[in-house]
Each structure stands twice: as C-alpha cells, then as structure tokens.
C-alpha cells in the first residue's frame, strides 16, 4: 500500500480521533488516494495519520458500514471495488433519496442558492462535454447536497449525510460517462437548473430522478 505523502500526525483538538481518521480514509478512498481493490494494512495506516490502532480499527468499521470497505476475518481488509453493475444499482438508489430531498428543498431556496445552482450546474454540463472528472467530482454531489441542506429536515440531512458516501463511491465519474447518454444528462441538468429558477419543486424531483437514470415507466 503506497503511503500519501502528507505522512504527518492526526491533530484530534476539536474531533473525536475516530472522527478525524474515519475522514481522512474516506476522503483517500473518495479522492482515489487510496484506490479500490487496494489492501489496507493497519500498520501503514498507523505511520501515516500518527495514531494508534484502535482508532484506525474504529474508523474501518464505519467506513465498511457505509461500503466503502470491504473486510473478511483474518483474510483481508480493502477499499471496495465497485462493479458497473453497482454503479447504476448506486444511482438508481440516489435518484430516489435525492429526489425527495430537491423537492423539500427547492421552494426554501433563495436567490443566492438559486444563483450558485445555476452557476455550478454550467460548470457540471461543460464539465460533461469536456469529460472533466475532476470538475463533475468536485461539483456533483455539492449541488444536491445544497438542495437537501435547504430542505430544513435534520432527520433527512442526517440520513442522506450517512448515506451518500458508499453510493457516491460506486458512482464513479470514469465509469458512469460510459453508462449514460452523457447528452441527454447534460439536458437534464439544464431542466434541473430551469426548476431551481422557478422553485418548482416538481420538475426539479423529477429531473434529478432523470439524471439519476431512474426508469420513467
């Protein structure tokens, strides 16, 4: 397992220690640090973020909970390695908890989230065009999770916050440009950006299910 570079202590002042390393593994294994398939080896996770095992041990669990990793006893523990087939089963699973989240959200947003939306959505729809992973990785997810955040549900902020991570980890930028008619996203993320405007809660749900390439009919 090659170790990152920034091989520097943990500083738990304001986190629980579990906290801070369950993310910064999760943000190696989202970032593609630490790649899927790759051996976690607890050792190596000790010298790299400067903390004991248990914590380390603590953190894996979580994080093989949200399916992320993946763990056999006494045979090994990995970063998962989603199959295509996990990736559209993933967003199929998005469309619908997203989906209601844009819905309830849509009609609290004001005018400077209606103004970010817009502008991070060009951003996403060039990005399509381009097949810019970096930019579609950086700005997908935010974008939803502004409309859930406006849903004013501690209960449905909370769960989607636990949910996405292993969803959004087998919904790999990459693979899923290869999956989908890219044109027709790019469209409806434009329907999206349109329903945003017009706080049309509706349209905006029904959009973000399209996206999502949850079947119409």
Request: charge should be negative; aromatic fraction near 4%.
């Amino acid at each position: 397992m090659p170790i990152p570079s920034d091989a520097t202590a943990t500083s738990a002042q304001r986190h629980l220690l579990r906290d801070v390393v369950l993310e910064r593994l999760r943000d190696a294994i989202m970032d593609g640090t630490l790649q899927p398939g790759e051996s976690l080896n607890d050792k190596e996770l000790q010298s790299w973020l400067g903390v004991s095992r248990t914590p380390i041990r603590d953190a894996i669990n979580e994080l093989a909970r949200r399916g992320l990793i993946e763990m056999e006893p006494n045979r090994f523990t990995r970063v998962a390695s989603p199959t295509a087939a996990d990736a559209i089963d993933a967003m199929h699973a998005l469309g619908a908890i997203y989906g209601g989240g844009v819905r309830l959200g849509t009609l609290n947003l004001d005018d400077a989230d209606v103004k970010q939306i817009e502008k991070d959505i060009k951003r996403i729809r060039t990005g399509i065009v381009k097949r810019d992973v970096e930019t579609l990785r950086s700005l997908v997810f935010p974008t939803f999770d502004l409309f859930v955040r406006r849903s004013n549900s501690p209960l449905l902020i909370k769960f989607i916050g636990e949910s996405v991570d292993g969803l959004a980890f087998r919904v790999r930028v990459e693979r899923v440009m290869d999956l989908v008619d890219v044109d027709q996203v790019s469209a409806d993320y434009a329907e999206l950006a349109e329903a945003a405007h017009a706080r049309d809660a509706i349209g905006a749900e029904l959009a973000t299910e399209r996206i999502f390439q949850l079947p119409s009919a």
